[in-house]
């Protein structure tokens, strides 16, 4: 079954309309009591009429598609805007973000690359309890170190403080980038909806605005005070963890979970690694066999999809050319009625013509129209 086109139903109804115009202009034409010498008067106001009409109706058209073009450009120029304006803020909010929690100050390996490492150095060796003194110094031997256990203790101290800052760090970066994108959203959602509403409501987009910055600002205030409570809440459980962790030592133990590195979950610490579980190489495999599924199932939606087109294809185009043949078959119909309709035209007005000028050579002039009124009953 053919499902019919508005393209193709335009065509129909062209067609139609065509068809109705010959067979009234046929109607007028042969019809020999109403026809007139001359020119067609009322066919020529018709068709004047409808040219003013078409032209009317193809002007207001062409005025709408320009104030609808005029209304998108404003909306364009005014989304256009706010993206510049909010693309500028989040630079500008990563640039103070830089600048006040990345400096180059912070950073861990400061000191290989600062540029006044050699005013801030100290002597080669200032006493005996210098911690600065290693093997490759020369400047402390064996049987001289007497700090061993104090120094080898504030190490591990000064270690746990780096991981602990390490990780407080990290914390805090994703959460100022987690308010970051969430603002960029909100204020983007928000933005839009003010640009499709610009027009018609621009009063009361102006109260709406006012409401959702008070409200994003109370949003971000309770944001601010949880984050905070968050944090500090965080932050005496990673104490209570570190303190509980130290004590039941899982160094020593077969725990997997002392293989975790610090650096993030898809990594392990090599030297405590007992070996993937059987739950993550089930998960692999799982994961594997649906992307495989996934592939089968997009190659098989393309297969389908091309055959369907394929076919709407051909069956478009044979349709259009079943189409074309039936508009040459009734345009050949009807230049055959038409070139018929105008041979017994022709053939009535010439034996008419010369009935007329036998009549006018051969009889006397009242009998003339007697007999000619008679052949008009």
């Not at 180059?104 to 005013?119: G, K, V």
């Amino acid at each position: 079954m053919e499902i019919a086109q508005p393209r193709d139903l335009e065509r129909y109804l062209s067609l139609a309309k065509r068809r109705h115009g010959e067979l009234c202009r046929q109607k007028r034409i042969f019809n020999a009591r109403n026809r007139i010498i001359g020119g067609d008067t009322d066919a020529w106001d018709a068709q004047v009429h409808d040219q003013k009409i078409k032209e009317a109706t193809e002007k207001a058209r062409h005025e709408t598609f320009a104030a609808e073009m005029r209304q998108n450009d404003k909306i364009t120029c005014i989304l256009e805007g706010q993206e510049r304006r909010d693309r500028k803020s989040l630079c500008k909010a990563i640039n103070d973000f830089q600048q006040t929690f990345q400096k180059p100050e912070t950073r861990r390996e400061f000191d290989l690359s600062d540029p006044l490492a050699l005013r801030k150095d100290l002597p080669a060796r200032q006493s005996d309890n210098d911690i600065r003194n290693t093997v490759s110094g020369m400047q402390k031997f064996m049987g001289e170190d007497l700090n061993f256990h104090e120094r080898k203790k504030f190490q591990e101290e000064q270690n746990r403080e780096w991981s602990l800052q390490q990780q407080r760090e990290r914390e805090s970066a994703r959460a100022h980038q987690r308010c970051a994108e969430d603002l960029y959203f909100k204020t983007r959602l928000q933005f839009d909806e003010t640009a499709k509403h610009l027009q018609n409501l621009e009063s009361a987009t102006r109260k709406a605005v006012c409401a959702a910055v008070k409200e994003f600002n109370r949003n971000q205030a309770t944001e601010s005070v949880e984050r905070k409570t968050r944090e500090k809440k965080q932050e005496q459980e990673d104490d209570l963890a570190e303190i509980s962790n130290l004590l039941r030592g899982d160094l020593l133990s077969e725990n997997p979970q002392q293989a975790a590195s610090s650096f993030g979950p898809h990594r392990v610490v090599p030297d405590r690694w007992k070996g993937m579980t059987r739950e993550q190489l089930e998960q692999i495999r799982l994961v594997q066999k649906q992307q495989i599924q996934e592939k089968l199932r997009l190659r098989e939606e393309e297969w389908q999809r091309d055959r369907d087109w394929d076919r709407q294809r051909v069956q478009r185009a044979r349709s259009t050319l079943l189409v074309e043949r039936q508009q040459k078959r009734q345009q050949r119909d009807l230049r055959r009625a038409l070139d018929c309709a105008n041979l017994s035209l022709a053939k009535e007005q010439h034996s008419q013509k010369k009935y007329m000028e036998e009549v006018c050579t051969n009889q006397p002039t009242e009998g003339y129209f007697t007999q000619f009124n008679t052949g008009s009953r």
